[in-house]
Structure formats: structure tokens, C-alpha cells
Nanobody, 118 residues
């Protein structure tokens, strides 16, 4: 069982920056992939960024060059640095962990709201 707690959301003006944090209850080195998803009202959940256990990162085309996913293994924390924010980035952002052992398990955080507005 992995418990995830997100923080760092808030209200920011277009062009601004925010950093989201996702703290896991267990060592993230044992987690195969940690991801950030987002969901805007009326839309489905969208994969934003992924970081694998080996440190490989991937991004949705809509955020490439603006968002950066990173991790601090010692703190069991994954970050999402969001720069040059746009109104269309407004959404609830969720942390997601995928663990592959004998079987695949996945876990979600409670979400943190990001609102980009002037």
C-alpha cells in the first residue's frame, strides 16, 4: 500500500509558475513509475508527466518545454515544476504511483487544484 499526498496547488496568473509536490508513504525507489495527471471540469483525466524508477521522464505534448517532473529519493517525493502557465492548465492535479511486483498495483493521491487566471 502506498499513500500519496499532493501539495503546492493554488491560484496563479498566466505566465506564472507553481511547483507541485507528491510525498509517498514508502520509498519511491521501489515504485516503478510515478506520474502526474490532471483533470479539468467536464474532461477526462489526462497524463501530464511520468518519471520511471530508472529516472526516465516523459511529458504530454501540451506541457513539453514548460513542465518538469523530478524526484528526491531521500524525501520520497516527486515534484512537478510548472512554468509559463496557461489558462488551459487549470485543473485538479493528481499524483499516481504504479508498482509492479507479482501483480500490478496503482495508487492515487487526493489531488491539488491549480487555477491559472488573471
Amino acid at each position: 500500500q502506498v499513500h500519496l499526498v499532493e501539495s503546492g496547488g493554488g491560484l496563479v496568473q498566466p505566465g506564472g509558475s507553481l511547483r507541485l509536490s507528491c510525498e509517498a508513504s514508502s520509498s519511491i525507489i521501489n515504485i516503478n513509475a510515478m506520474e502526474w495527471y490532471r483533470q479539468a471540469p467536464g474532461n477526462g483525466r489526462e497524463l501530464v508527466a511520468t518519471i520511471t524508477r530508472g529516472g526516465t521522464t516523459n511529458y504530454a505534448d501540451s506541457v513539453k518545454g514548460r513542465f518538469t517532473i523530478s524526484r528526491d529519493i531521500a524525501k520520497n517525493t516527486v515534484y512537478l515544476q510548472m512554468n509559463s502557465l496557461k489558462r488551459e492548465d487549470t485543473a485538479a492535479y493528481y499524483c499516481h504511483a504504479v508498482v509492479v511486483a507479482v501483480y500490478l498495483s496503482d495508487y492515487w493521491g487526493q489531488g491539488t487544484q491549480v487555477t491559472v487566471s488573471s
